[in-house]
């Protein structure tokens, strides 16, 4: 088995000697499951008129984008993830019509939806309509989480891999964003945070309805005159996204099952998902939502059933199946989400991460837990054996569990460093899931040497970008970049007055922690006076603090080196 490992291990080596650390990666294509291979043509790039005056832009991007044409201007609803994909819909769109966008709508805030907005239009009177939290979603996003979540994202969405190896994304042919791509974005400009809002443009009479669901943002788009429904992301044609692998905070699924049943309650005769194809006929519609509200409530359901049977949600997983007449569904096969970490996510965000198995309440490091499985194989030798014929034999998740230890004992570990590539690509051969399939896939390249994904810095923000947030979320987003090794004997008052904004900021900076309240201090031990957004680009290093200083962009009371000091202390890195 060594012999076979080792052999592996060469032909790895030679295929990664080309390494890069900026997509597409240079390998070559993977085998894919038959299943999510045939779904591809769920995205045959084109623009498709669904009925009068109503069109759908499919297969330019991950999302989809719809015009809505009305008597002196169309509406827009989602903008694409990036320039890029939105240049090529505005370039389809405009053969439809030369009619200017009147207004735009974004059903909820993720980056696919709204990151080419600017491409749309760029005219100050536009309306961009939103719910009244999608501002502090995209804040989320954007400075809290960026780094992990861009870094994630890349894995799920396959970004990195070769267009062969891709397949799709489960609800689109890939993602046209990468670590270059900056966000084509505009706020909203009109906002609601009640049940409903209904607003007439261009002659159009257009009902936004709150839809918690795969964000808690989320709106439907509701054509009354014309019995045309946008479900945004709470339906497409795959199993729903219940969990994202790329990191979500828990999506409430009875809020999504509740939003499922607006929807159907409405009887639309037109349905144009977010992602994926529409579909015509009020009674195909009706029946694709039931189905859809029932498998999501089934798994919520037998989920906290098998809970309060006291089952770990490791045996909630096990149990956990659609039943028959659901799981045969073609709208309801595992391309995106799936129903296993859908159990997890359900568990997780009614019970929170431990599940009642008290040896789950200590820990062991993976190095321990390494040299535990060496020990009990007969050693290091005899775990790398066991590791390569769990491989050899297909056992690939074993394997890969076995490959994790060695290398927690030794990073260098070349026997586990094969082993978990050969495992990871072995588990996305038999993937239906398009996220589960990329992620292995990255983490196979990453693994190899052949790319580098470089997390984004929350301070990569565009001026344009950074200029349209207001300073207090940009702050808001501040604290979590804290170093507390750096800052473990600091005890500093900084009072920020925004003189353009009327705004006072206090930033307490104590033995690891950073306060931040949207008050004056008593006491500050500096005082800076600017523009708010001069200090914008001095937090996103587009502006140097000592320069902005010296120029007067800046005032300090206090000392300035001692400023400067503590915002060293913030690093996302």
């Not at 042919?173 to 609601?192: N, Y």
Request: with cysteine.
């Amino acid at each position: 088995m060594l012999v076979f490992v080792r052999i592996t291990l060469l032909c790895l080596l030679l295929f990664a000697a080309a390494c890069r650390s900026e997509p597409p990666a240079p390998e070559s294509p993977q085998a894919a499951h038959p299943n999510l291979a045939k779904h591809t043509a769920e995205f045959k790039k084109e623009v498709i008129e669904v009925t009068d005056g109503v069109y759908v832009a499919i297969g330019y991007g991950l999302a989809n984008s719809i015009l809505i044409e009305g008597d002196d201007g169309v509406i827009i609803v989602d903008t694409m993830e990036s320039a890029r994909a939105a240049e090529a819909v505005k370039a389809e769109f405009a053969k439809i019509t030369d009619k200017p966008v009147r207004a735009i709508i974004y059903t909820h805030n993720h980056a696919d939806h709204v990151f080419g907005t600017k491409v749309f239009t760029n005219a100050a009177d536009v309306d961009i309509y939103s719910h009244a939290t999608t501002l502090e979603r995209l804040n989320r996003v954007l400075h809290t989480l960026r780094p992990t979540i861009f870094t994630r994202s890349m894995r799920q969405f396959g970004t990195y891999l070769s267009d062969a190896s891709r397949v799709n994304c489960g609800v689109g042919p890939k993602l046209e964003f990468d670590r270059d791509t900056q966000p084509s974005l505009l706020l909203p400009t009109h906002t609601f945070d009640g049940k409903r809002m209904e607003i007439t443009v261009a002659g159009v009479d257009i009902v936004l309805v709150h839809a918690p669901g795969e964000s808690p943002d989320e709106i439907f788009v509701w054509l009354p005159a014309k019995r045309v429904l946008l479900p945004a992301d709470n339906y497409y044609k795959s199993f729903p996204n219940l969990y994202a692998i790329r990191g979500t905070s828990y999506r409430d699924v009875m809020d999504w099952v509740r939003s499922l049943d607006a929807m159907r309650d409405l009887r639309p005769e037109f349905l144009i998902p977010a992602h994926t194809r529409p579909v015509v006929g009020a009674e195909l519609i009706g029946a694709l939502l039931t189905d859809y509200r029932d498998a999501i409530q089934f798994v919520h359901d037998q989920t906290i059933r098998n809970m309060n049977l006291g089952l770990t949600p490791d045996e909630i997983v096990e149990r956990v199946r659609l039943p028959r007449h659901l799981a045969v569904k073609p709208h309801l096969q595992e391309y995106y989400g799936r129903v296993d970490w859908s159990v997890r996510a359900i568990y997780v965000g009614y019970l929170g991460w431990f599940g009642g198995n008290a040896t789950d309440l200590g820990n062991m490091s993976p190095s321990e837990h390494g040299e535990r499985l060496a020990a009990l194989a007969g050693g290091v030798d005899a775990l790398q054996a066991r590791a390569s014929d769990a491989f050899d034999t297909g056992d690939h998740q074993w394997a890969l569990v076995l490959a994790d230890a060695l290398l927690a004992l030794d990073s260098k570990d070349e026997i586990g460093r094969t082993v978990r590539i050969g495992a990871l690509r072995g588990l996305a051969e038999n993937m239906v899931s398009a996220n589960g399939r990329n992620y292995y896939l990255t983490q196979a390249l990453e693994a190899e040497g052949a790319i580098a994904i470089e997390a984004r810095d929350p301070a990569d923000t565009s001026a344009d970008l950074l200029r349209m947030f207001p300073v207090g979320n940009v702050l808001r987003s501040l604290p979590v970049y804290l170093d507390p090794e750096k800052s473990r004997d600091t005890d500093t008052v900084i009072q920020l007055i925004f003189t353009d904004t009327d705004e006072t900021y206090t930033l307490h900076v104590r033995r690891g922690v950073a306060e931040l309240r949207n008050r004056t201090a008593d006491d500050p031990d500096i005082t800076v006076r600017c523009d708010s957004f001069v200090w914008k680009q001095i937090l996103s290093r587009q502006r140097n603090l000592a320069v902005a200083y010296a120029t007067g962009k800046l005032a300090v009371d206090g000392s300035a080196i001692d400023l400067a000091n503590v915002l060293l202390m913030f690093r996302s890195g």
